[in-house]
């Protein structure tokens, strides 16, 4: 089987930074896309940032010049750096991975449990 965990969310004041981690470990042949999405209460699920496995990047307007996605190849992991961050960006945030378990298998998306952020203002 295949999982993903976060760490890294918490309590922190507005202007402050947190590094949101995501690991995948299980039975992995490739993984292409990795990503985060963050739903707060009442809202709905919205995408935050995307890194393909060439590097490329994505990030919702929200976030840019902001939030930095990276990924760590030989460790399955992503990680979102946000600085700056508003009382806005509250909310539980989810990683995902394209991932294919075998050579023989499609490539399907994982999701992690997902990680609260609060910040307070």
């Known amino acids: 089987q295949v999982q993903l965990v976060e760490s890294g969310g918490g309590l922190v004041q507005a202007g402050g930074s947190l590094r949101l981690s995501c690991a995948a470990s299980?039975?992995?042949?490739?993984?292409?896309?990795m990503g985060w999405y963050r739903q707060a209460p009442g809202k709905q699920r919205e995408l935050v940032a995307t890194?393909?496995?060439?590097?490329?990047?994505n990030y919702a307007d929200s976030v840019k010049d902001r939030f930095t996605i990276s990924r760590d190849n030989a460790k399955n992991t992503v990680y979102l750096q946000m600085n700056s961050l508003k009382p806005e960006d509250t909310a539980v945030y989810y990683c995902?991975?394209?991932?294919?378990?075998?050579?023989?298998?499609?490539?399907?998306?994982?999701w992690g449990q997902g990680t609260q952020v609060t910040v307070s203002s």
């Open positions: 890194i393909g496995s060439g590097g490329g990047t």
């Open positions: 299980g039975t992995i042949f490739a993984i292409n896309v």
């Open positions: 995902t991975a394209e991932l294919q378990r075998t050579r023989w298998n499609r490539p399907r998306d994982y």
